[in-house]
């Protein structure tokens, strides 16, 4: 799963944004399959969308589950809005806050970065997914 390939360090040494983690790790992890050129919409998500704002691991993990469970576009069904207010919801719960600013705050450290918030998201998405494929 996801967070099995964050934890043994896969993509540290790429520079990635924490959106851009979620994506690129989730590409290997479930094989979506996704060229070079669908991995970059993930670049202008991190840092919170560069404003502090929603985290970029939560962007990029709602772009993963967009990926999973939807078959064509978003308005054919609830399916995708249901999903990210799982995902926000029980990140929220478990990190107190989905918004990158608070979570900087909290949980970035200089050693690690923002290491601990991406894991988490990559938990979460990983339960959310194996829930979804039940």
């Known amino acids: 799963m996801l967070v099995d390939f964050l ?56 772009m993963v589950l967009g990926n999973l469970f939807v078959e064509d576009r978003a308005h054919e069904s609830d399916r995708i809005k249901e999903l990210t207010k799982k995902l926000f919801s029980k990140y929220q719960d478990e990190m107190g806050y989905i918004d990158c600013k608070q979570l900087k705050d ?13 894991i988490k998201a990559a938990e979460i998405l990983d339960k959310i997914i194996m829930e979804e494929r039940k």
């Open 7 to 62: 934890k043994k360090g896969y993509l540290e040494e790429k520079d990635l944004n924490c959106a851009e983690q979620i994506l690129y790790g989730a590409d290997k992890a479930y094989g979506l399959g996704l060229d070079k050129k669908a991995l970059k919409l993930a670049a202008g998500f991190g840092g919170g969308m560069a404003i502090e704002n929603k985290c970029g691991a939560l962007t990029g993990a709602i």
């Open 106 to 118: 909290v949980h970035r450290t200089e050693e690690e970065g923002c290491r601990q918030v991406i």
